[in-house]
């Protein structure tokens, strides 16, 4: 798979721990998927909290675009697997969870647009 950049790019310092994590960055992602949060990554990757967190809460961080990457490509994983599954209609729980999930996902992105709109990147 090949690595995803931030599509705003980073303009600040990048710590030296930083190219360990890259050549990692899958296992970095499916941590944040999991739900992991970024103090106990810093812990996983043997990295200070303090110097990771300081790092990752920067405007644009490759820390904080990779870590939400992950999470959103667990959730729409789910998501596909939930829409298929609803389709077939061979699992009404899981209809139910798809239609609970669509509206959830809908009102999300409708309060995103209103207060948001003109922060949305075209």
């Known amino acids: 798979m090949p690595q995803q950049q931030s599509p705003v790019p980073y303009t600040g ?22 739900g992991y949060q970024p103090k106990n990554l810093a812990m996983y990757f043997g990295i200070p909290p303090v110097e990771f967190l300081e790092f990752f809460s920067r405007p644009y961080s490759p820390a904080k675009y990779h870590y939400d990457r992950g999470r959103l ?7 596909m697997k939930m829409a298929d599954d609803a389709i077939r209609g061979t699992n009404a729980a899981q209809a139910q969870r798809w239609d609970k999930h669509k509206k959830a996902v809908g009102i999300a992105s409708a309060i995103e647009e209103i207060c948001f709109s003109d922060l949305i990147f075209d």
């Open 13 to 34: 310092p990048i710590p030296s721990w930083w190219k360990a994590i890259l050549s990692r960055i899958e296992e970095y992602e499916k941590l944040a998927a999991i």
């Open 73 to 79: 490509v667990q959730e729409a994983k789910e998501g």
